[in-house]
C-alpha cells in the first residue's frame, strides 16, 4: 500500500473517531477538576505520569485521583512538602492507594522529580515550560539532555511525550511545534500500527513514532493527536473497519 493509501485510511479512521464512530472510555484520566492554569493542575499532570508505564493507564490515573482527594496523601503532589518527608513516609503514602505499585522504583522516581522541581523550577512544572519557552523541542532539551537525571521516566522518549500530551489536552498549555510531540507507541498503538499496515512486528517503538511522524508530515494532524484515536479503536477490537 502506497504512502497516499496509508494517509487516507488514517485520515478516515480520525474523521470516525471525532464523529463520535468509536466509542470511547468515558474516564480515563479522572482529576479533581483544578483550574487548568493554575499550579496544582500542572503538578497533578505531571508527576503522575512519570508512574504511568507497564500499568493500566485508567487505573493509575483512579489511583492518583484517590490519592489526591486523600487529606493524608494529598501532600504529594507537592514538591515542597515531598522534600520534607522521609523517603518511608512517601513510599507507604504513594503504595496506600496503589498510585505506586513498584514500590522502590515509583517512589524513587516520585522524589527525585518533586526535588529536581523544588531545587531548579520553584517546585512549578509552568517554571520548566517556560525555560524551554513553551516549544516542544526546547522543553525536549531541559528533560532530555540538561537535566535527564533529575526526570526519570519522563525525560525517556515514551514518557517525555505522553508527559507533553497530557498537559496539552488538561492544562491551558499552549505549546510550539506540536508536530514534533510524537505518537506514544504503547501497545494499542502498535497494534494499530500493523493493523493499518504501517509497520512490521520487528520494528522498535522509535521506528513506528518515526512512520507516523513520516506519514503525516505536511498533514493538518500531528502525530499525537492520532494516539487517542487509536487507543480507543483498538480498544474497541478495531472497528469500524476502514
Known sequence: MDKKSQ?????KLYSLFHGG???????????????????????????????????????????????????????????????????????RDLLKHKLALQQNKHTDIWITISRSFHNHFTDDPRELLKAGNWDVLGIHQIIQKDFRKD???????????????????????????MQEISIIPDTHVLQCSLRLGLTNEHMSS???????????????????????VLWNWSRNKFLPKV
Do not use: C
Not at 7 to 11: A, D, Q, S
Not at 67 to 74: G, I, L, R, S
Not at 211 to 222: D, F, H, M, N, S
Open 7 to 11: 494517509l487516507k485510511r488514517v485520515l
Open 21 to 91: 464512530k468509536i466509542p470511547v472510555l468515558s474516564k480515563h484520566e479522572v482529576n479533581p477538576g483544578l483550574p487548568k492554569k493554575s499550579r496544582k493542575n500542572y503538578l497533578y499532570f505531571t508527576l503522575p505520569p512519570a508512574l504511568n508505564f507497564q500499568r493500566s493507564s485508567p487505573a493509575m490515573w483512579a489511583a492518583a485521583l484517590k490519592t489526591y482527594q486523600d487529606p493524608k496523601t494529598n501532600y504529594l503532589f507537592f514538591p515542597e512538602e515531598v522534600v520534607k518527608h522521609a523517603r518511608e513516609e512517601v513510599q
Open 151 to 177: 526526570f526519570p521516566y519522563i525525560s525517556g522518549p515514551k514518557m517525555a511525550n505522553y508527559w507533553l500530551y497530557i498537559l496539552s489536552q488538561y492544562t491551558d498549555a499552549q505549546f510550539k511545534s
Open 206 to 228: 522509535l521506528e513506528v513514532a518515526a512512520t507516523w511522524k513520516e506519514l503525516l508530515q505536511g498533514a493538518e494532524i500531528a502525530p499525537v493527536q492520532m494516539h487517542p
